[in-house]
């Protein structure tokens, strides 16, 4: 593992780069002492409480808070009618990530636009006065007539003008598909439907705002970016940046959820403003529902190939939901153009309008539901074509990415799909569907493949390494450890710069005042900020170097002749190491810091293009009689470049896969769509994986060199474990039982109904 960039320093150390070490922040969290947005401590608070539109879409005619203002405890209700101001246009509404169209604005006006919709909020004393004061708020609408059923809207179809972070999606067909699809010896061509699932991350939203006069605040917030929020809150409610301070020290999870400021953080600061006091605000189970979701999606897959397995023709063509205001693009389709070669290929992605909250990204957005039909599909062809699931997808590999025409940095799917299947025992799988089983239970072995981007963050990324003369030694970004284990893998960089305990290493994250950090998403944060921390750690070494000049034998010390190790400095001017606090001080420095910026790679990546892949081998077993399915073993083979903790990646990986489950047997999300407005918003009709739901899941990273994805050399691993599963599960049920299930969740009425007689 070692790296010639990373010499100069003491060699192997324990807890550094690549060493399986338990995450630094795991004892306070299990202890109960890393604090989550709700629970900071603030004199003097008020509690906000929601209540949301009983009507889909139409107007508010009149809102009674007559009753919940007479409740003991009660202070205020704030409403669209007597809320402070806030931006007037949907511009100031815009955050980072926002897509194409017009921002929700929270209590804005008497409009309905979704289910739901915050109407007003009810601030007391106590938290159970003013959930008791939200039961009294009442309504009457003028509602008009609405659209939840994208399916019913389909003719309603269109392409959104303006593609999503400048990714062209759909991309332009390549070769004459058509023609080459009716001339080719095999072909499938079928229709694959995903249900509109919803993040449900442990942690609610929840925003605790420190009301410190003068326009001060300090925002507690769930986000998966402290500065995002801060720019929101800047641009919506007219506050001032430097102002307001956003802190998002530990997130309970959030899986894209938080990419977007929520209007739970909106509301919290406007009642705040109101009142001119602090306020915590948190949404309920129910309410997490209201905030965003994973569209349901349609996708058709044709795929033909030649007597010899080889596709021919790929055509890919999805639908998805988006809400009324805003064009939420997902990229689900392009996948099918790039992990396999076929000389033609023929795309299409259309939006539905429906009267909902806008979908947001949720975990792998795009390939989540884009790999469930290239890979169910391409395990049709592989039957249709007579050869093996493995087989097919070994004769389409391709080393270039087929799109752009782009070599990948680095792609080691062959070893996922080889060391998996091997570890799998993918070969021991008897071809026909049906013709394994133990007792009652027909056995059926599935596999797909995945890939997911690896890109640092497409702007620069900072971070800032401070030893100070005390002995600390201290790394800062305003990076988001939103439960993936970011303080961990930060301060192994950091030790390993320095030779150094990773313990010993303080990470500060989750702060707006922090060295500026982008949205944890799209699995950057440990290539971009991983980088940024290598990069400031170099830069600090080098500024100790020059202090470390000012010391008596020191004079003529070069970088490359001195080492670090164990908080010391090594240099032959010196008859023994010096202490590192010892050289600040000597040089007349209280601490020395450095910030490093990492930037992407912009003219690299016209030539070369980064992903992450993986192989997923799923055990399906079915009972004949009663059709309930279990899946005792899953196995995953990913290929992500180098793994900075091989702990935390593979419990990253374990999530991934757990989610894939969710999406592939139970998450679904109901709305009746007469009334427009969701039916199981909660955890007993909205099913979660749950311990028993999940079997034996064995991780396997390989061997992936690259030095080019990254400074570091790492990929992303929050997407690619969950990429193939739904995928692999439906193709391990159709070996199983011979029943093709195209519809997620996979579910046993499904399975039964599609049993061949
Ligand atoms: Mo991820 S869906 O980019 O948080």
Redo the contacts with the bound molecule.
């Keep these: 593992m070692a790296d010639g960039r990373l010499s100069n320093t003491a060699a192997s150390n324990p807890s550094g780069i690549g060493k399986p070490v338990s995450r630094t922040d795991g004892p306070i969290k299990v202890c109960g002492r890393a604090p989550y947005a709700a629970e900071y401590e603030v004199p003097d608070l008020l509690h906000a409480v929601v209540v949301g539109s009983t009507i889909t879409r139409g107007k508010i005619l009149s809102i009674d808070t007559a009753a919940a203002r007479a409740l003991p405890g009660v202070v205020d209700v704030i409403t669209h009618e007597n809320r402070p101001h806030a931006a007037l246009f949907s511009l100031s509404y815009l955050d980072t990530v926002s897509p194409p169209g017009r921002p929700f604005k929270p209590l804005h006006n008497a409009d309905i636009l979704f289910d739901d919709q915050p109407i007003a909020i009810v601030i007391a004393e106590t938290y159970e006065s003013a959930r008791d004061g939200a039961a009294l708020v009442t309504a009457t609408y003028r509602t008009k007539s609405h659209h939840t059923d994208y399916k019913a809207r389909k003719d309603k179809a269109y392409k959104p003008l303006i593609p999503r972070f400048g990714i062209a999606s759909p991309p332009k067909e390549r070769g004459k598909t058509d023609a080459a699809f009716d001339a080719a010896p095999f072909k499938v061509e079928a229709t694959y439907e995903s249900a509109a699932n919803h993040h449900n991350p442990m942690e609610m939203f929840a925003t605790t705002v420190a009301w410190e006069g003068d326009d001060n605040l300090t925002v507690y917030d769930k986000t998966?970016g402290s500065q995002n929020v801060q720019l929101y809150l800047k641009q919506a409610l007219g506050f001032k940046m430097k102002n307001v301070r956003v802190v998002n020290a530990y997130v309970g999870g959030?899986?894209?959820s938080?990419?977007r400021p929520q209007h739970s953080a909106f509301l919290a600061v406007l009642a705040a403003k109101a009142m001119q006091r602090s306020i915590r605000l948190m949404l309920t189970r129910a309410q997490m529902f209201s905030l965003a979701y994973r569209p349901d999606t349609t996708q058709t897959v044709g795929l033909a190939c030649d007597a010899g397995g080889r596709l021919q023709a790929v055509r890919h063509t999805a639908v998805a939901a988006t809400s009324r205001h805003e064009d939420h693009q997902e990229t689900v389709v392009n996948w099918s153009g790039m992990l396999y070669a076929s000389p033609n290929a023929r795309f299409g992605h259309k939006l539905v309008k429906v009267d909902t909250v806008s979908p947001t990204?949720?975990?792998?957005?795009g390939a989540a539901i884009g790999l469930f039909g290239l890979e169910s599909a391409m395990d049709e062809l592989s039957y249709a074509a007579g050869l093996d699931p493995l087989d097919i997808r070994l004769r389409n590999y391709v080393d270039h990415e087929q799109i752009t025409d782009r070599a990948f940095t680095s792609k080691a799917l062959k070893s996922c799909y080889f060391e998996g299947a091997e570890r799998f025992d993918w070969w021991g799988r008897t071809p026909e569907p049906g013709s394994m089983r133990q007792g009652r239970e027909l056995i059926g072995y599935g596999m797909a493949g995945g890939i997911w981007d690896a890109r640092v963050a497409p702007m620069p990324v900072r971070a800032r390494a401070t030893w100070r003369a005390d002995g600390g030694f201290e790394i800062a970004a305003a990076a988001s450890d939103?439960g993936t284990g970011t303080y961990t893998i930060l301060a192994q960089i950091a030790a390993d710069a320095f030779g150094v305990d990773a313990a010993s290493v303080a990470v500060k994250l989750g702060d707006s005042t922090l060295p500026f950090n982008p949205?944890?998403?799209?699995?950057w944060m440990a290539a971009s900020t991983g980088a940024a921390v290598h990069k400031a750690c170099e830069k600090l070494k080098a500024s100790l170097v020059k202090a470390a000049r000012t010391l008596p034998g020191g004079e003529d010390l070069k970088r490359r002749d001195v080492t670090f190790a164990d908080g010391s400095l090594s240099a032959p001017g010196f008859a023994a190491p010096v202490r590192i606090a010892e050289v600040i001080a000597g040089a007349g420095h209280a601490e020395l810091s450095e910030t490093g910026t990492n930037i992407p790679d912009l003219l690299g990546e016209r030539k070369h293009v980064g992903y992450a892949h993986s192989a997923v081998f799923v055990e399906a077993r079915v009972d004949e009689d009663l059709g309930v399915l279990r899946l005792p073993r899953i196995v995953i083979a990913v290929a992500a470049g180098r793994i900075l903790n091989p702990k935390t990646a593979r419990s990253q990986i374990l999530g991934g896969v757990v989610m894939g489950l969710g999406q592939a047997l139970h998450e679904e999300a109901l709305t009746d769509h007469r009334l427009g407005r969701l039916m199981n918003h909660n955890f007993a009709e909205y099913h979660i994986p749950a311990n028993a739901d999940v079997g034996d899941i064995e991780v396997i990273f390989v061997e992936e060199p690259d030095r080019q994805v990254s400074a570091l050399g790492v990929k992303g691993l929050?997407?690619i474990g969950l990429v193939g599963v739904a995928a692999a599960v439906a193709n391990a049920i159709f070996h199983a039982t011979g029943a093709r299930v195209r519809s997620l969740p996979i579910t046993i009425d499904k399975i039964r109904d599609a049993r061949p007689l």
Excluded: K, N, T, Y
Aim: negative net charge; hydrophobic residues 35%; glycine residues 26%.
């Design positions: 998966q959030a899986f894209g938080g990419l990204d949720m975990r792998a957005p939103i949205v944890e998403g799209g699995s929050g997407e």
